[in-house]
């Protein structure tokens, strides 16, 4: 018996209507077709380049600031726009460890994301993200702490004994990225 099933949490899925959320629509990548290899996301240097690349359309790690487009704009953020999303505020979580040579991890150095590999004497800098890079950890080191964008990298084999909805998804606070394995 799978543990989510005991847990009575549904898969995500399209419903025609909206979420009951103010935040983006989870957004799925899959892992599988051309330019894939191994079989889990977390090893896969495609994988850490199509979430680099969904990053990237976010504007995280932009600093520039633009004019105002209203004088509501002019008075609220006097004169600029409000900051994107820094890289501290993104969080890539996997049931297990990840090591520092794994694809995803690879493909996010290649397109230029400053990403480090948690510790267990980074706790600290991770729960403060002083630091601002993208944090890599395994679900089991930062549970309760929350993140604007949460990247999950998912795989079958360990779902079957994990709770990864419960433990790792509902650590973010506004986007959520699911990089699964496409069945």
């Not at 267990?120 to 991770?126: A, C, G, M, S």
């Not at 650590?171 to 394995?181: D, G, H, Y």
Request: proline share 5%; hydrophobic share 35%.
């Amino acid at each position: 018996m799978r543990i989510i099933s005991r847990h009575n949490v549904h898969p995500y899925s399209k419903r025609g209507v909206p979420d009951h959320t103010d935040g983006p629509p989870v957004r799925r990548l899959y892992h599988g077709g051309e330019g894939h290899s191994d079989d889990r996301p977390v090893d896969c240097v495609t994988c850490g380049r199509e979430v680099a690349r969904f990053l990237h359309s976010l504007r995280v790690g932009v600093t520039e600031r633009g004019p105002a487009t209203s004088t509501t704009d002019t008075f609220i953020s006097g004169g600029t726009t409000p900051p994107c999303l820094q890289w501290r505020d993104v969080l890539v979580l996997y049931w297990d460890d990840v090591s520092d040579n794994s694809g995803v991890v690879t493909g996010l150095q290649e397109a230029g994301i400053p990403v480090r590999m948690m510790k267990d004497d980074d706790i600290e800098d991770v729960a403060t993200a002083r630091s601002d890079v993208v944090w890599v950890a395994g679900g089991h080191r930062v549970r309760g702490l929350e993140r604007k964008v949460i990247v999950c990298l998912e795989d079958l084999k360990l779902e079957l004994f994990s709770s990864i909805r419960l433990d790792l998804m509902s650590r973010c606070t506004s986007q959520l990225v699911t990089v699964s394995p496409d069945n």
